[in-house]
């Protein structure tokens, strides 16, 4: 049974240009949930997805960041115009059911650098 | 926002030793909770979680303590491995939201 697989795993984009990370859930799951970590800090939440829906976004910043998880295929991450400040590893989850309610398991991340 | 913090940045432990891990979160809705570790380069990986109506839970060489009264979690690790190096994250949801991570904790096991 794979786990939560993510790519690319390394990702380097100048400023001004766009980044999309992807994220298959595992076997089973529907529920997807993307962090953004900053090195020597903990996992800060950015958006959690449900097939076709957007459940939460309120750790999202308001521009240039969106997340979509459709009905087939992976989640993307997509980050429009990349500042040097969005340089960080982002993780997703997934979880077989809603929420906070049973444990998340996560991928190996993907770090992005701003150059 | 509320948020989850841990009292200690480094601890450092002898090979053989037990580990203890602290945690305050300060959201007393707080229904789940969960101790991950996460290697260098390696995404979290879950190692043991506990709710709310519970205080004790205990895993392989793991236990989880939660102290509601004063809002407390503790991870502890018996027999410390050199593998167990890394660092630890306690996080913490309430209902159906998203989890809230701590700062994390290394622990760092000497030989």
């Known amino acids: 049974n794979a786990g939560v697989m993510q790519n690319p795993r390394h990702l380097v984009r100048r400023r001004g240009q766009e980044a999309r990370l992807r994220c298959s859930p595992m076997k089973g799951h529907s529920h997807v949930y993307w962090y953004r970590q900053l090195p020597e800090e903990g996992l800060k939440f950015m958006v959690y997805l449900q097939k076709e829906n957007i459940i939460d976004e309120s750790g999202m910043p308001k521009e240039r960041f969106s997340a979509e998880f459709p009905k087939e295929g992976p989640s993307i991450l997509r980050i429009q115009q990349v500042v040097r400040g969005d340089s960080a590893a982002y993780f997703c989850?997934?979880?077989?059911?809603?929420?906070?309610?049973?444990?998340?398991?996560f991928g190996p991340g993907t770090r992005l650098t701003v150059t | 926002g509320e948020s989850v913090g841990l009292h200690l940045p480094t601890l450092s432990v002898q090979e053989g030793d037990n580990s203890i891990i602290n945690c305050a979160y300060s959201n007393s809705a707080s229904d789940y909770f969960i101790w991950y570790k996460q290697e260098s380069g390696k995404g979290p990986q879950f190692i043991i979680d506990?709710?709310?109506?519970?205080d004790k839970r205990q895993g392989q060489r793991v236990t989880v303590l939660l102290n509601k009264t004063v809002k407390h979690l503790s991870l502890q690790i018996a027999a410390t491995q050199p593998g167990d190096s890394a660092v630890y994250f306690c996080a913490e949801s309430t209902g159906r939201r998203a989890l809230t991570f701590g700062s994390g904790t290394r622990l760092q096991v000497q030989p």
């Open positions: 989850a997934s979880s077989p059911t809603a929420g906070g309610l049973s444990e998340q398991y």
């Open positions: 506990i709710r709310s109506n519970m």
